[in-house]
């Protein structure tokens, strides 16, 4: 009988260790079911994308465009807030003390965002934020009123020469302001900076005359190209770009110190968890293929990026490097 029992009894802790180890798999699995469950539902919640610059503006736009088809990819509302201010910093810091859930965004390129343009620089983008994806990257050119009897960079340097202290350019983000610098004193011409907020006042002041100049794309300046009140006169870089061929380049005028490169990416507070971040990137990666994504970059004469978001940061990190060259080109004190 003793000999049953003991079998009885090491059958009953089989059973026991048996029906704890399906319990512990169970939960196991419970929580794998759990965590996918979490990844496959985000966003769960609409996504905030905070664009530094007035609405209307050249980023504005291209926000706007990137963040609806990155929406469709995402399944998920995505919201845009203008927060214009301190040439990008009053957006970027909101954003970087954000909570790290990836539903706070910066869309921005991230160049003018350092000590080159602010003494006191209360965010580093490279360090606070943490990069998604890069959107695009370009040029921005010298664009002029279509009325201005200049037919090259050379022309228009005569011109504001015969003119000193006459001529007004504008500008809203600081990288448009430094190129303007840097020719002012390769130059040596005497034309006034007027900084703006929002694109919409540029426009007005190009119609009333207000400003002769700007450094900027075709964005967000459509109607004024399109009623021929203004032209591309010089394309700010080496080479030519391929969407006008026909615009001389600033290297070609004899002044290659002065160049405009843009990017356009989207960023988040560090320390977002990396499985959020990998699925910005991989929504905003698909939404790159998306036609009226590829028109857009043809009429802003940018070129379309993507790829990993160390992409974003080591492109930002070249383009903060040359800024800050610039600087020194121009003799530029920081505020």
């Not at 664009?51 to 291209?62: E, I, L, M, Q, R």
């Not at 698909?286 to 028109?295: G, M, N, Q, T, V």
């Not at 004469?301 to 383009?319: D, F, T, Y």
């Not at 903060?320 to 610039?326: G, L, S, T």
Request: proline share 6%.
């Amino acid at each position: 009988m003793a000999g049953f029992q003991q079998i009885d009894q090491l059958k009953g802790l089989k059973l026991n260790w048996i029906v704890r180890l399906g319990a512990k798999l169970a939960a196991i699995a419970l929580s794998s079911l759990s965590l996918q469950a979490f990844g496959q539902a985000f966003p769960s919640k609409p996504i905030s994308v905070i664009v530094p610059f007035g609405a209307g503006s050249g980023t504005d736009v291209a926000c706007r465009l990137f963040t609806k088809a990155a929406s469709d990819e995402l399944k998920g509302p995505i919201v845009i807030e203008n927060r214009a201010g301190a040439a990008g910093t009053v957006a970027a810091v909101s954003v970087a003390r954000s909570t790290p859930d990836g539903y706070t965004l910066l869309c921005l390129g991230g160049g003018s965002l350092s000590k080159t343009f602010r003494r006191e620089m209360p965010v580093d983008l490279l360090t606070d934020l943490v990069p998604i994806i890069q959107l695009s990257k370009g040029s921005m050119s010298l664009i002029v009123k279509a009325d201005l009897p200049v037919k090259n960079l050379q022309d228009f340097i005569a011109l504001v020469h015969r003119n000193p202290g006459k001529f007004n350019y504008a500008w809203i983000a600081s990288t448009q302001m430094m190129p303007m610098e840097v020719l002012k004193d390769r130059a040596k011409i005497d034309i006034i900076g007027v900084p703006y907020k929002a694109l919409s006042n540029v426009i007005q002041a190009f119609e009333s005359g207000d400003v002769i100049a700007l450094v900027s794309n075709e964005t967000g300046l459509e109607s004024l190209f399109a009623q021929h009140k203004v032209r591309f006169l010089t394309y700010l870089d080496s080479q030519r770009s391929p969407y006008m061929p026909e615009v001389p380049t600033s290297t070609e005028a004899g002044i290659p110190d002065v160049k405009g490169p843009f990017t356009q990416g989207i960023w988040a507070p560090a320390k977002t968890p990396s499985d959020v971040v990998a699925r910005l990137n991989a929504g905003f990666n698909r939404a790159l293929s998306h036609p009226e994504i590829k028109d857009f970059a043809q009429r802003q004469k940018a070129i379309l990026v993507g790829g990993e978001p160390k992409v974003q940061s080591e492109s930002v990190r070249a383009e903060q490097a040359y800024w800050e060259q610039a600087a020194k080109l121009a003799n530029f004190q920081p505020e």
